[in-house]
């Protein structure tokens, strides 16, 4: 160890970093100020449907609101949350003593606060920020777009090249870096589905690439792709847009699998059940995941056979789905569980992810969907799978890991304040949007009828109080790291396994210089 | 658990009936009640096939649900670290991990048969009795009924007739019972007969939607996708539009009147009467008198009441150089619309005389005083 120096001082430690660690930080940093940023959307979003009228918003805004809301929380806090979760994992899960491709890996980072400070900059430009939805269907984003789209256009491209290039470094560190006798199906399972997740982003964030550069062409080249006036077609767009988009949901739920399937082991005190299983099922879904797409699409008008393929290639998901699920339950079954922040939320995990996946079997049928589609109980199921899926395990992975990352214990009671607050929160938010849902609200309207409005209040809420639980949360992560106890047990968990358990807390600036021997 | 879903299976629609009775004639006896919780059958055949076959998912959900989160909850009370136990140590079994797999599949399988027979009924549109050729623009609908035999058609548009006072920010009048789901002219259909509607756009993608009638369907330009629906109730039943489609995407809703067979052709027979258009020459004082409630109507969505427009979104008229300068030129942008922009070509939606009455408007509104009166027949003459 004594040949390698520690990090540079000031600035010049981030600006110029490759140590994985460091980079880690500054992706998990990035991600929770997006992670407040797009949420403070979301209260907006709330505070205007707390009741019918118009108080706060104009429609207009509203709409940039909601696409902004979604755009900032699936590109700028969930993904390069578990971008950075990797960077700090991956190698210490896999005995290895960085990242493969350390230069790369900073450009990767660098890139996200330029794009995201090019696409929030568009609030400030005649006719506003992008207010087509994140879905961005043409038309409404092409021809009838303010003209800040051309910037949004380029701030997913800066996003998309991040992605890819993170998800090489990934796949090239698993794939050469793993310590002596760690063979593929001795990798810790979150690795697992990093590495699938990898392929999934290599494979769709080129598509979504040249849908925006379609979009471009046809704003400012007087090409018509997506324009059914020059011979082009609307619903090509979604075709594209939704052969990113549905692998880009399996992007973002499939690393969080990867972490509950690390934690409730370890608060089990037993090995995971079905681990090749897993791993199997974990690869079905991303396959899947790219002959699916159109169910997103059941309303557009497609063929009878067209719908019925889609239909039953979604249902198929419902079994590597399922198999997951009673895997983690069979893990706990016959364990020691304890209930430590971490395994509270992976256990509401498990249980709000489940609701999701359910509400998805029912849109997955197409004759029902006919009713389902746009309305709020699609946004309630994507919440439950989203929000109670990635960042619920988002949250377990920072409690999880917190005390090796910083040599500091987190406060368990404020750690289970927190959790049965956002818990309490969520629920209070996103069920009763199941109701207006089926009840016939539509989705992305600043307005309802009156008939909505006591289930709508009880959304904004319960959202106000989740909000407010993410408040809790940012407090015990800097109480931790200012103030939190001193924890230098290489161990933290009674119950954990794996190499990340084997250096010392706080991890070392660098690790695994000699790679350990796994058994 | 397993069994039971069977058995639901089975006795489906019995099953189903019953929940339903004791789900929809209890709580929510009134479909347009607060507390509505479910989706309504509504009034035709097929919506009440898509709500059995949501019921039935709904229990088979309840019950997976059930034994899941069962068997969770058994664990986490009695298999603690508290209790004293020393944990397990198995951690796979190819049997149980086989029926897991391969039970689902079957549950999946038993649902997907009822979903694929409701589908092929849902996309039968053939022998229709009605063709309402239906296109969205931003943000009202037209209706245009067909004929069948190459006969006269007529056409209109239904655009929201909640007053903004209602809902505009700082807003005091109090909101009426249908707030938001009322228009000014509803679309009519006749009970008991098959309407096709064929659905297009002539802007951005919306969708029309009509819970009760088991209708949805995408509007998208440059396609016509159709739907179809027998109501059997007559009534009035209302819906919006389901596509976000720009700023007022929730200020377009439907109302469909279902009305008696009889009572339909003579709505028909007053519509074809009442729809020429009134070629007399007017005086400029009755055309802004006119024009300013069209206008308001039509074109205050984008230009705004004030003629301001939204700046970098939609261009104002007051004082620009369409509103201002040639007669012809501000024709032919109403009449043809802006190709490449959200301007649409409204010859295709407006009738001759109110098409000048909003033109006389906009050139002498908010200080645009050019004093030019546009006559009905000056855009009768500029479409020849």
């Not at chain 2, 004082?285 to 409630?293: K, M, N, P, R, T």
Request: proline share 5%.
């Amino acid at each position: 160890m004594s040949e390698h120096h520690g990090p540079a001082t000031g600035i010049q430690r981030w600006l110029y970093a490759t140590n994985h660690k460091d980079i880690g930080t500054m992706y998990l940093w990035f991600s929770f100020a997006m992670f407040f940023l797009g949420g403070s959307f979301a209260m907006v979003i709330r505070a205007e449907l707390f009741q019918p009228g118009l108080q706060l918003v104009e429609p207009a805004f509203f709409n940039q609101m909601t696409t902004m809301h979604g755009l900032i929380m699936v590109f700028g806090a969930v993904m390069p949350a578990f971008v950075g979760l990797a960077n700090w994992m991956v190698p210490l899960m896999i005995g290895a003593p960085d990242m493969a491709l350390p230069r790369m890996n900073n450009l990767s980072f660098w890139i996200l606060p330029f794009a995201f400070a090019m696409l929030v900059s568009t609030f400030f430009m005649e006719g506003g920020a992008p207010a087509f939805g994140w879905t961005f269907y043409a038309p409404l984003s092409t021809t009838y777009a303010p003209p800040s789209v051309t910037f949004f256009i380029f701030a997913v491209h800066l996003l998309g090249a991040s992605s890819i290039m993170g998800s090489i470094n990934i796949i090239v560190t698993v794939m050469n870096l793993r310590a002596p006798g760690m063979t593929y199906m001795k990798l810790p399972l979150f690795v697992w589905t990093w590495v699938i997740t990898a392929f999934l982003l290599i494979a769709a964030m080129p598509v979504l690439a040249g849908a925006v550069t379609m979009m471009l062409t046809d704003i400012h080249f007087g090409t018509s792709f997506f324009s059914a006036a020059g011979g082009g077609d609307p619903v090509m767009f979604q075709h594209i847009f939704w052969f990113f988009g549905h692998p880009e949901v399996y992007i973002i739920i499939l690393p969080a699998f990867g972490v509950v399937s690390e934690i409730i082991p370890t608060f089990s005190r037993k090995r995971l059940f079905g681990y090749s299983s897993m791993v199997y099922a974990t690869a079905s879904i991303a396959f899947l995941s790219f002959i699916v797409w159109a169910h997103h699409m059941y309303t557009t008008g497609m063929p009878l056979a067209g719908e019925l393929f889609f239909m039953y290639a979604t249902m198929l998901i419902a079994v590597p789905t399922g198999v997951k699920v009673f895997n983690w339950i069979a893990t706990m079954f016959g364990g020691a569980l304890t209930f430590e922040t971490p395994m509270l939320f992976c256990i509401a995990f498990v249980f709000l992810f489940t609701l999701g996946g359910l509400t998805g079997v029912m849109l997955s049928l197409a004759p029902v969907d006919f009713a389902y589609h746009d309305s709020y109980f699609v946004v309630a199921h994507f919440h439950y799978t989203m929000v109670a899926g990635a960042i619920f395990s988002m949250s377990a992975a920072v409690y999880y890991w917190l005390p090796k990352w910083s040599g500091k214990m987190y406060n368990e009671t404020m750690g289970k304040v927190h959790f049965w607050v956002a818990f309490i929160g969520f629920n209070l938010t996103f069920f009763p949007q199941h109701f207006v849902g089926l009840a016939g609200m539509p989705r992305r309207i600043p307005d309802y009828a009156l008939q909505f409005a006591d289930f709508n209040m009880m959304s904004s809420i319960g959202a106000f109080i989740y909000g407010f639980a993410q408040l809790l949360f940012l407090y015990n992560v800097v109480q931790t790291i200012r103030k939190g106890k001193v924890n230098t047990d290489e161990k933290t968990w009674e119950g954990a396994e794996g190499l990340e358990w084997t250096v010392p807390s706080p991890a070392p600036f660098h690790t695994f210089s000699t790679p350990p021997t796994v058994k | 658990m397993y069994l039971s879903t069977n058995q639901l299976k089975k006795r489906r629609f019995p099953a189903a009936a019953l929940a339903l009775s004791t789900l929809s004639t209890g709580a929510i006896a009134d479909p347009s009640s607060r507390w509505q919780t479910n989706l309504s059958p509504g009034v035709t055949e097929l919506g009440q096939e898509v709500f059995d076959l949501h019921m039935l998912v709904v229990w088979i959900c309840v019950a997976i649900s059930v034994a899941v989160f069962g068997v969770l909850l058994y664990v986490l009370i009695n298999h603690t670290k508290a209790s004293g136990r020393t944990p397990a140590t198995f951690h796979e079994s190819t049997v149980v991990e086989l029926m897991w797999t391969i039970v689902p599949a079957l549950i999946l399988i038993a649902i997907a048969v009822p979903a694929t027979n409701t589908l092929i009924k849902l996309y039968d549109s053939s022998d229709s009795d009605v063709d309402i050729l239906v296109t969205g623009y931003q943000w009202k609908w037209k209706y245009e009924y067909l004929s069948k035999d190459g006969g006269e058609t007529f056409s209109f548009l239904s655009i929201l007739s909640t007053p903004a006072d209602q809902f505009e920010i700082g807003a005091t009048a109090e909101k009426g019972e249908n707030y938001l789901l009322e228009v000014d002219e509803p679309l009519v259909i006749p009970v008991n007969k098959k309407v096709r509607f064929l659905v297009t756009s002539a802007d951005v993608l919306h969708a029309w939607w009509v819970p009760a009638l088991s209708v949805k369907r995408d509007a998208v330009p440059g396609y016509i996708n159709d739907a179809w629906t027998i109501p059997q109730k007559e009534g009035i039943y209302r819906g919006q539009c389901a596509e976000l489609c720009g700023k007022d995407h929730g200020f377009m809703p439907i109302v469909v009147k279902v009305v008696s067979e009889k009572e339909y052709e003579e709505w028909v027979a007053s519509k074809l009467s009442s729809s020429k258009a009134d070629l007399t020459e007017k005086s400029l004082d009755e055309l802004v008198a006119s024009g300013e409630a069209l206008y308001n109507k039509n074109c205050s969505g984008c230009h705004a009441v004030n003629g301001t427009g939204i700046p970098g979104v939609f261009p104002a008229l007051k004082g620009s150089s369409i509103a201002l300068g040639d007669v012809n030129a501000h024709i032919d942008v109403v009449v043809n619309g802006a190709p490449g922009t959200a301007m649409s070509a409204y010859g295709a939606q407006i009738k001759p005389d109110e098409l000048a009455a909003i033109i006389t408007y906009e050139r002498n509104a908010w200080g645009n005083n050019t004093g030019d009166a546009v006559q009905a027949s000056d855009i009768v003459n500029f479409n020849q």
